[in-house]
């Protein structure tokens, strides 16, 4: 089955804490992306990546670090969580740029 | 780097009512302008898509009209039900030197009364 699958759904965890959240796709899709979604402010994007070792900063990338060794998996890092920094957040995977884009299941962060 | 704006930002209806959301892009290379809806405590999926080359195009009850113009697009329901209940958030995907960018609006909550 076709899928972007995210890890974990659920995290609560303390500020400074340094934490990962995994994105994989299954699809061979070149195109990846994390955004956090926020009541009010839609889908706001934090980093993209177009292929393998290429990766961009989106909207909001400030306290977050990406990688993208291999073309399955798009790790999203928080070094030094903050409060600000707790929100919903989704992975998505395109085979293009111009096309659909699948997203995970959503990981629910909670920084105290 | 390109700017969404999405209103209403919420919209309720009666069922069997049309409802028509708008956009606005900042970005005149923008090329490709998705419509997602996200359904309570699931994640977005895609409804329907415009690019740049097309000016309307309609799938059953959904049609996206584009004005590059004016640099707006909007998402037509016709006919609603009260299953059409969801957020619904527009994209546009960036060209020149963003391009792999998709940027998204704030975000519709239609509710469909029935």
């Known amino acids: 089955e076709a899928q972007v699958t995210q890890n974990p759904r659920y995290l609560i965890t303390v500020t400074g804490k340094k934490l990962t959240v995994t994105c994989s796709q299954n699809?061979?899709?070149?195109?990846m992306s994390w955004y956090r979604q926020d009541p009010g402010l839609g889908l706001r994007q934090i980093y993209y990546?177009?292929?393998?070792?290429?990766?961009d900063k989106g909207d909001v990338p400030e306290g977050y670090k990406v990688s993208r060794k291999e073309k399955r998996n798009f790790p999203l890092i928080l070094e030094s969580p903050s409060p600000n920094q707790t929100s919903l957040y989704f992975c998505?995977?395109?085979?293009?740029?111009?096309?659909?884009?699948?997203f995970g299941q959503g990981t629910r962060l909670t920084v105290v | 780097g390109e700017n969404v704006e999405q209103h209403p930002s919420t919209l309720s209806v009666q069922e069997g009512d049309s409802a028509v959301i708008k956009c606005t892009y900042s970005?005149?290379?923008?090329?490709?302008f998705p419509w997602y809806k996200q359904e309570l405590g699931k994640r977005p999926q895609l409804i329907i898509d415009i690019r740049s080359n097309v000016g309307e195009k309609k799938d059953q009850r959904i049609a996206v009209t584009l004005n590059k113009t004016a640099k707006h697009f909007s998402l037509h329901i016709t006919e609603t039900q009260p299953e059409d209940s969801a957020v619904y958030f527009c994209a546009a995907h960036a060209g020149g030197t963003s391009y792999g960018k998709l940027t998204f609006g704030q975000g519709t909550i239609l509710t469909v009364h029935p």
């Open positions: 699809m061979n899709h070149e195109y």
């Open positions: 998505a995977s395109r085979d293009r740029a111009r096309t659909e884009a699948f």
């Open positions: 990546s177009m292929n393998v070792e290429v990766t």
């Open positions: 970005d005149s290379a923008s090329n490709y």
